[in-house]
């Protein structure tokens, strides 16, 4: 996502690099506090023992999602000059499963092994390696993958579009979607627990 | 007091919950953020702007961005896909008028429009003018200033030195967008590069182009 401010002329190409930096150290802080810098606790998302991942994810969204709809009703905020990707499905699926797969054996996601290689975990600094050989390997067979990597491309497609739903109600049915989450994860991670400790509470 | 402090006993999460469920339903009223049908245009500055002709781009203006390479613009054809196909000017889209708000192009970016003459491109820069794009300019003249003064400049027979010398400058940049250069002799046109094939007056040669570039010289409206 673009910030829409840099769109508007505000501030040069060079002063959004610091702005880029200041919102990166932040954003890092924060996965670090919230404990992502840890490949176990994030690992223990798969294994439904720490929901901690989904929390985070979903509070996120949320707020994020709430942020932008109502700057947008009250016209703080121009939603044209947002980029949004095109939405190509079934390589965004696959490339989906790859990343998945990388975050259950690795244990972090790309930004996640930043902050653990920020702290200095020697796990976190061999994934953030492996993150850019994987670049590098992209980037030399991408003429390969072209043809894939732009197949079954569906134009900017938005879910209330799509569905044919007001904006307003696809707002409403996640935040539903997210609170349910929530409860449930908070269910299973006690279920989880009292497992864990041979059913003794 | 009493409703302070049962509130105080509830976990900090219900309360967030709360919250999120209460704005999202306060949004599944609102239903639609965007409010897209009516447009404010603030006549007085349009008039202005269209006074002070600040909206305007020369055809040797652009010719001289496209040589050096500029980008910081967006070059918009307005006419049908068939006539830009036929001939367009280099670094140039094709977006016709009625897909112009289709989200292709941005608020902040500087466009430049162009079509056969200058109405469409008018009537397209009031479209973004009133949907609140910032820079928008149009090639005066458009198509038809382009084929005249860049693609087919002409000297006349009775041309002072100082005519002569700007002619030079426009040949070059004629032939680097692959046009020809006319010198006219009396009724008579020749042109200034080499196999003189005279024709007659006003009239591009187009059989005896050297491919590349050669356009039919429409005379028509926009």
């Not at chain 1, 732009?150 to 307003?168: A, H, K």
């Not at chain 2, 007085?44 to 203006?61: F, R, S």
């Amino acid at each position: 996502m673009n910030a829409p401010f840099f769109k508007f002329d505000m501030f040069s190409a060079d002063f959004s690099l610091v702005i880029a930096f200041a919102i990166g150290i932040g954003f890092g802080f924060a996965l670090e506090r919230g404990g992502f810098g840890n490949a176990r606790i994030l690992a223990s998302q798969f294994y439904f023992t720490d929901m901690r991942v989904l929390k985070v994810m979903f509070s996120a969204i949320v707020t994020a999602m709430l942020g932008v709809f109502f700057f947008v009703a009250f016209g703080w905020l121009d939603l044209s000059l947002v980029y949004y990707t095109d939405t190509n499905l079934i390589p965004q699926v696959v490339g989906g499963l790859i990343l998945g797969v990388g975050f259950v054996v690795g244990g972090y996601c790309p930004g996640t092994s930043c902050v653990s290689a920020a702290t200095g975990r020697i796990d976190g600094v061999i994934y953030l390696l492996g993150v850019i050989a994987g670049i590098f390997v992209f980037g030399e067979i991408f003429p390969l993958i072209e043809g894939f990597y732009y197949s079954s491309n569906m134009g900017r497609v938005f879910l209330p579009d799509y569905l044919g739903l007001s904006y307003g109600m696809i707002v409403f049915l996640v935040v539903l979607m997210a609170v349910g989450a929530f409860a449930a994860a908070e269910w299973g991670e006690r279920k989880m627990a009292i497992k864990k400790s041979g059913g003794v509470k | 007091m009493k409703f302070l402090e049962l509130i105080q006993k509830i976990d900090l999460k219900i309360k967030l919950a709360a919250i999120a469920i209460f704005l999202g339903f306060t949004a599944f009223i609102i239903s639609n953020p965007f409010d897209n049908s009516i447009v404010k245009i603030n006549a007085k500055d349009l008039a202005v702007m269209v006074q002070a002709e600040v909206d305007h781009v020369n055809v040797d203006e652009l010719a001289d961005w496209i040589i050096k390479g500029k980008s910081d613009y967006r070059l918009i054809d307005l006419r049908t896909e068939k006539e830009y196909n036929n001939y367009n000017i280099p670094t140039s889209e094709n977006i016709p008028i009625t897909n112009l708000l289709d989200g292709e192009l941005f608020r902040n970016e500087k466009i430049v429009l162009y079509s056969e003459g200058g109405i469409h491109s008018a009537q397209a820069w009031f479209l973004l003018k009133a949907k609140d794009y910032k820079n928008v300019y149009m090639l005066r003249g458009g198509m038809e200033e382009w084929n005249d003064k860049i693609l087919f400049p002409k000297l006349t027979s009775n041309a002072t030195q100082e005519e002569k010398a700007k002619f030079e400058i426009a040949s070059a940049i004629s032939r680097y967008f692959g046009g020809q250069p006319q010198i006219v002799t009396g009724n008579e046109l020749t042109l200034s590069v080499a196999n003189p094939n005279p024709t007659p007056k006003i009239q591009a040669p187009a059989s005896s182009s050297t491919g590349g570039a050669q356009k039919k010289k429409k005379r028509e409206g926009c």
